[in-house]
Nanobody, 127 residues
Framework: QVQLVESGGGLVQAGGSLRLSCAVS????????MGWFRQAPGKEREFVGA????????FYADSVKGRFTISRNNAENTVRLQMNSLKPEDTAIYYC????????????????????WGQGTQVTVSS
């Protein structure tokens, strides 16, 4: 069974930074792309960004492009989300997720592309 555990959330002022981490169990982490999503109260879960299995390409939602950066460390089975220039509208629960197929490259923005999810970590940005 694959488990994903997020950490690093918290309260930060607008303009500040946070770094989220996602630790993934299992020995085949390196062949799976990973994604980050977020869900604000009363809203649907939305795509934030993704990193492919080879770490050569990353993909971001327009709303975070230029402010957020995704990275992965295959030796440590972790994926990180560096968030800079945070805005109050970034307030949400942030989830990491693993795509359902190895070596998959495709519909990053679609929650149906992912089969394992973490429990989420709260990020609150005050104005």
């Amino acid at each position: 069974q694959v488990q994903l555990v997020e950490s690093g959330g918290g309260l930060v002022q607008a303009g500040g930074s946070l770094r989220l981490s996602c630790a993934v169990s299992g020995r085949t982490f390196s062949i799976y792309a990973m994604g980050w999503f977020r869900q604000a109260p009363g809203k649907e879960r939305e795509f934030v960004g993704a990193i492919n299995w080879s770490d050569s390409n990353t993909f971001y939602a327009d709303s975070v492009k230029g402010r957020f950066t995704i990275s992965r460390n295959n030796a440590e089975n972790t994926v990180r989300l560096q968030m800079n220039s945070l805005k109050p509208e970034d307030t949400a629960i942030y989830y990491c997720a693993r795509v359902s197929r190895p070596w998959y490259s495709g519909r990053w923005y679609d929650t149906d592309s992912y089969d394992y999810w973490g429990q989420g970590t709260q990020v609150t940005v005050s104005s």
